[in-house]
């Protein structure tokens, strides 16, 4: 078991392996799929960061193995075989050629062991993101989008390149059952029960977010909706997620697989 104050050196997770990936079930084949269409989107729309940032998603089953991103691979070039799975040790389960990132395992090790309900957890830097979490009063309610986080985001202040397993409980009790977190001076990170449930949150994460630096940008009165009204256009996000499902994820994947369905492979 890893302890609190392990600290990683480097980017790269320790290379360790476990068990025989050979045969892949067809839950996790459709999980692998789902993941490496996002890890092509969050590309196509310009959100990845180099090599940096990760996605990741629960593979079904007991065992608490998550699929995450090869690090030294740009987000343009994931695909379905070439995710790495993991277990909550940060140790390679089956064959790969390569090694996760550190942080991310930092990061969403933690999540997917706190939360039942992460099925995918969704970490970035884009600009409007960082933007955001330099904001000392962060998301404002300012719109139909960010009304959707009323109540639902957490705030985790930065610690530094998160590389010490100490940061992931501090980081998993500020986003507690929150749908987002915003990591201050960092990036954004969102919380789905599925991939296209995750993508869609940060989907509206980043609108929110672009909208209100434009408008703070305008310098002039922003017009602030009182809590009450915050209060009941969430409700109404939340209700409707409860009976959409993935509404609008096959239409993210039509619109990749007219592109480049090569994510697939």
């Given at each position: 078991m890893l302890k609190s104050d392990t600290t990683f050196s480097s980017f790269e997770l320790p290379m360790e392996?476990?068990?025989?990936?050979?045969?892949?079930?067809?839950?996790?084949?459709?999980?692998?799929?789902?993941?490496?269409?996002?890890?092509?989107?969050?590309a196509l729309w310009g959100w990845d960061d180099l090599i940096y940032t990760h996605l990741s998603a629960r593979v079904p089953g007991p065992e608490h193995h998550f699929l995450v991103?090869?690090?030294?691979?740009?987000?343009?070039?994931?695909?379905?075989?070439?995710?790495?799975?993991?277990?909550?040790?940060g140790r390679v389960v089956g064959d790969s050629p390569y090694r996760p990132n550190a942080a991310g395992f930092v990061i969403h090790g933690g999540i997917h062991e706190a939360r039942a309900d992460a099925g995918c957890v969704m970490h970035l830097h884009t600009e409007a993101g960082m933007a955001l979490s330099v904001l000392e009063e962060g998301l404002l309610p300012l719109t139909q989008h960010a009304m959707r986080f009323f109540g639902r985001i957490g705030?985790?202040?930065?610690?530094?390149?998160a590389l010490t397993l100490g940061e992931r409980e501090r980081l998993v009790a500020d986003l507690g059952s929150h749908a987002a977190l915003v990591l201050r001076n960092?990036?954004?990170?969102?919380?789905?029960?599925?991939?296209?449930?995750?993508?869609?949150?940060?989907?509206?994460l980043e609108k929110a977010a672009r909208t209100q630096l434009q408008a703070m940008a305008s310098n002039r009165s922003l017009r602030v909706p009182d809590e009450a009204?915050?209060?009941?256009?969430?409700?109404?996000?939340?209700?409707?997620?409860?009976?959409?499902?993935?509404?609008?994820?096959?239409?993210?994947?039509?619109?990749?697989?007219?592109?480049?369905?090569?994510?697939k492979d």
């Open positions: 392996r476990i068990g025989d990936d050979s045969g892949l079930s067809a839950p996790e084949q459709a999980i692998r799929t789902d993941l490496a269409a996002a890890y092509r989107l969050c991103n090869p690090l030294g691979l740009g987000f343009e070039e994931i695909t379905a075989s070439n995710l790495v799975k993991i277990d909550l040790e705030y985790h202040d930065y610690e530094g390149i960092h990036g954004t990170l969102t919380v789905g029960r599925s991939v296209g449930h995750a993508f869609v949150e940060m989907f509206y009204l915050a209060a009941l256009t969430a409700a109404q996000w939340i209700n409707d997620l409860k009976s959409s499902g993935d509404r609008e994820w096959p239409a993210m994947l039509r619109k990749l697989d007219r592109l480049d369905p090569s994510y």
